[in-house]
């Protein structure tokens, strides 16, 4: 008899996820997050900025596809990509990719950070945290 493999079903992205992540892969550099707010470009030019709020009670936009349809638009898929991929340093506290960051360990000496603190590469040499 022969060894049958189930394959789990392959899930095709949302046209609004898959613009979410055009955004993002387009336009990402340009993303930024100020208290919690992430200000987002429009995909029309990037002219436009949407703040979007990603949190426990929920999530928001202030774009109209947001407010009509009470359902995630592209600029909240961006911004939910955007802060999966990246972490904010715990010393400029700005945001950076994740391969960006440095992991302060357990043989660092400092009294200022603690293993498991990320650092921005630039907080890091300034810290003498090695790399």
């Known amino acids: 008899m022969d060894a049958l493999s189930v394959q789990a079903p392959v899930r095709d992205a949302t046209t609004r996820e898959q613009r979410g992540l055009d955004l993002y892969s387009e336009h990402g550099h340009r993303i930024t997050c100020e208290d919690g ?8 030019g990037g002219t436009s900025v949407y703040e979007v709020t990603l949190g426990r009670r929920g999530e928001s936009c202030e774009c109209a596809d947001h407010a009509f349809r009470n359902r995630s638009c592209v600029h909240i898929f961006a911004a939910t990509i ?6 904010t340093c715990d010393s400029c506290r700005k945001r950076f990719p994740n391969r960006e960051m440095v992991e302060v360990t357990e043989d ?10 990320l650092l921005c590469e630039e907080c890091a040499a300034y810290s003498d945290v090695p790399a």
Do not use: D, Y
């Open 37 to 44: 707010v992430w200000l987002i470009p429009s995909q029309n």
């Open 108 to 117: 660092h000496e400092s009294l200022t950070w603690f293993p498991g603190n």
């Open 82 to 87: 955007c802060r999966a991929k990246t972490s």
